[in-house]
């Protein structure tokens, strides 16, 4: 115990290392906001082998814990060695700094409890910030004020999505949405996994999101502000039904990108293209999700959850009329004009998109005809939600809504509990042998386009085990993968903009790189590592999976932002924030 005595540690710290250096070295790689004052605490120290380290005081004049670091570990990925150094153990809120005798100090960081909370909320209000068709006024965007763009009051009815009653060149209205990403267009595919995942969230967590505000238009109303800016895409979706028929358009959208302007001067003309089977499934999945959850806001939004069940009856209904419907861009420039050449979102399977779709209807209206309708429990093994694999979301939703299912739903869920907890298992197996102690990166596969997604989606799915099982380890899991995205990488980065000590400055993402301001837009989730370098910029500083990421405007294929990405992080810090007492 003598040795823990702080101020013999200090005096120690000090004879010994008079000659420690204070330089920040970027080699030591922690969560760079910080840590709750009872979860694990742990840095990652990539390099030659070490002893021991030391947290240090805000002042650097105390030392508040110091610690031995881990065996070396290799990184199975880039071969380089690795350390982790544990300080779970140290819980006094505080700003500190980790130092390492002669090699120097880490980014500074925090222990307290609602440590995540400003992300959370920054990254919902990323949301906003991707709005179409309205100002965003000073009052609520701050210095990333911007007129409004895109009023997509007049959009034209594109030759492939033609019909009778809506012949090629009708105009329609589909005003409001997010822009998908750094591009200014609107994607169904894309809006369907966004708007599930916000609104999954708060089907978990509803009491979390009473006092959870973001300073938007819509926080004075008696509405959560989760919910108000879900309802600004959610709007949109439903303008992107044919009403004639309930088939649903992939898209409204330019021919082609827009140049990196500001969104008020990308004034092209915009098209909805081709109705098919999986955008209308998606779409069907959605409005049945969000009416059980609108019914609640009876009086705030007299009509709109009985909108959304009929919108997605009516989808549902296309979808059964037209199983074979696929969006294949190339196939499709060739029958009609203009060419478009603007996100694909071209899923090549719809069984998933069946089963979320048949799920969510029978859920909302206790209908069996929709839980007989497919079969929801294929053999094949579970995989983590994307925009193109939405299965596990039916399962999510199942789950949650255990005590509102009737018997036929019910007698499957111990099965369905099983193998979602074999999967997290599987997540978590050798996390503690792992280069970075974390879920993410233990295979070079995770580092996909948008891989930032994918750990905040490992991260979601081991907070779905741990809502039935209660098992710690799930949680730990979870945090351990925001650990990684808001520095503790093999990169380096905090890949939140506007949050931790090494930012990214420069994503893919037009008003940022438009405005003429320094700072990019704040509470977007860069892309991340993707080894496929597909936008062929110069500068790569990697071609190894983990490091291969380039913070330029440049890399849209590491480093741009999308607000399916965005969701995930969403929930992922929000539903921790929400649990933090249980660390
Ligand atoms: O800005 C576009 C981005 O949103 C897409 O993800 C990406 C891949 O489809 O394409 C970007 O647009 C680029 C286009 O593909 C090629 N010319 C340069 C465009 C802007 O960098
Ligand atoms: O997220 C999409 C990724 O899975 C695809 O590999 C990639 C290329 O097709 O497209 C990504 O989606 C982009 C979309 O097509 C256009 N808007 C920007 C999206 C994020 O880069």
């Given at each position: 115990m003598k040795l823990f005595n702080p101020l013999t540690l200090t005096i120690t710290f000090f004879l010994t290392n008079?000659?420690?250096?204070f330089c920040q070295n970027a080699?030591?790689?922690?969560?760079?906001?910080g840590f709750y004052p009872n979860a694990q605490k742990i840095a990652v120290w990539v390099g030659e082998k070490q002893e021991s380290f030391y947290v240090l005081s805000a002042s650097k004049k105390d030392t508040v814990f110091r610690g031995k670091f881990s065996e070396q570990r290799v990184?199975?990925?880039?071969q380089k060695t690795t350390q982790i150094a544990d300080f779970?153990?140290?819980?006094?809120f505080g700003k500190y700094f980790l130092a390492i005798p002669k090699i120097g100090v880490s980014y500074s960081f925090e222990i307290k409890s609602a440590i995540h909370r400003e992300a959370a909320i920054a990254a919902l209000k990323g949301f906003y910030y991707q709005r179409a068709s309205t100002e965003l006024p000073e009052k609520y965007a701050g210095k990333w004020h911007r007129k409004a763009g895109?009023?997509?009051?007049?959009v034209l009815i594109h030759a492939s999505a033609?019909?009778?009653?809506?012949?090629?060149?009708t105009l329609i209205s589909s005003p409001k949405g997010?822009?998908?990403?750094?591009?200014?267009n609107k994607y169904i595919v894309n809006s369907g996994i966004t708007v599930a995942t916000l609104l999954s969230l708060y089907e978990d967590y509803p009491n979390f999101f009473?006092?959870?505000?973001?300073?938007?238009?819509?926080?004075?109303?008696?509405?959560?502000d989760l919910l108000d800016e879900t309802l600004w895409n959610l709007r949109w979706m439903l303008t992107?039904?044919?009403?004639?028929?309930?088939g649903v358009y992939h898209k409204l959208t330019n021919p082609s990108f827009d140049g990196m302007v500001m969104p008020d001067v990308a004034i092209k003309p915009r098209y909805v293209i081709q109705k098919n089977t999986i955008a209308t499934l998606d779409f069907a999945a959605v409005m049945a999700q969000a009416s059980r959850i609108l019914r609640s806001y009876k009086k705030e939004l007299p009509s709109l959850a009985d909108s959304c069940l009929n919108a997605s009856i009516k989808a549902w209904s296309w979808a059964k009329a037209n199983p074979t419907s696929v969006y294949r861009q190339n196939e499709m420039n060739k029958l009609f004009d203009p060419d478009i050449v603007t996100?694909?979102?071209?899923?090549?399977?719809?069984s998933d998109e069946w089963i979320w779709a048949a799920t969510e209807l029978y859920i909302t209206t206790k209908d069996e005809t929709y839980y007989k309708a497919?079969?929801?429990?294929?053999p094949t093994s579970l995989l983590l939600p994307s925009w193109n694999q939405v299965q596990m979301l039916a399962y999510y939703s199942l789950l949650r809504s255990e005590n509102d299912l009737t018997e036929l739903g019910k007698k499957d869920l111990p099965n369905l509990k099983n193998r979602l907890q074999v999967f997290g298992d599987e997540l978590l197996k050798g996390v503690e042998n792992q280069a970075f102690n974390s879920?993410?990166?233990?295979?070079?596969?995770?580092?996909?386009?948008?891989s930032s997604s994918h750990a905040a989606n490992q991260g979601i799915a081991l907070l779905q085990v741990y809502r039935y099982n209660s098992d710690k380890k799930y949680l730990n899991g979870a945090l351990g993968n925001l650990d990684y995205i808001l520095?503790?990488?093999?990169?380096?980065?905090?890949?939140?903009?506007?949050?931790?000590?090494?930012?990214?400055?420069?994503?893919?993402h037009r008003p940022s790189e438009a405005?003429?301001?320094?700072?990019?837009?704040?509470?977007l989730l860069s892309g991340g590592p993707n080894?496929?370098?597909?936008?062929?910029?110069?500068?790569?500083?990697?071609?190894?999976a983990d490091e291969?990421?380039?913070?330029?405007?440049?890399?849209?294929?590491?480093n741009e932002i999308a607000i399916n990405w965005n969701a995930p992080m969403v929930y992922l810090a929000a539903a921790i924030e929400a649990l933090q007492q249980k660390f």
């Open positions: 008079i000659s420690l250096t080699n030591i790689r922690l969560n760079q906001i990184n199975a990925i880039s779970s153990n140290l819980n006094k895109h009023p997509d009051d007049k033609a019909t009778e009653k809506r012949p090629e060149g997010w822009y998908d990403a750094g591009d200014y009473k006092t959870f505000e973001a300073n938007i238009p819509e926080s004075k109303n008696k509405i959560p992107m039904q044919d009403p004639n028929d309930g996100g694909g979102y071209e899923d090549r399977n719809d497919v079969n929801l429990f294929p879920v993410m990166g233990k295979s070079a596969k995770d580092y996909m386009w948008g520095g503790r990488n093999a990169t380096g980065y905090c890949f939140l903009t506007g949050f931790g000590s090494k930012q990214v400055m420069f994503p893919h405005d003429g301001i320094m700072e990019p837009v704040p509470g080894p496929g370098q597909q936008d062929k910029c110069e500068g790569y500083p990697s071609k190894i291969s990421f380039l913070d330029v405007t440049c890399s849209y294929s590491t």
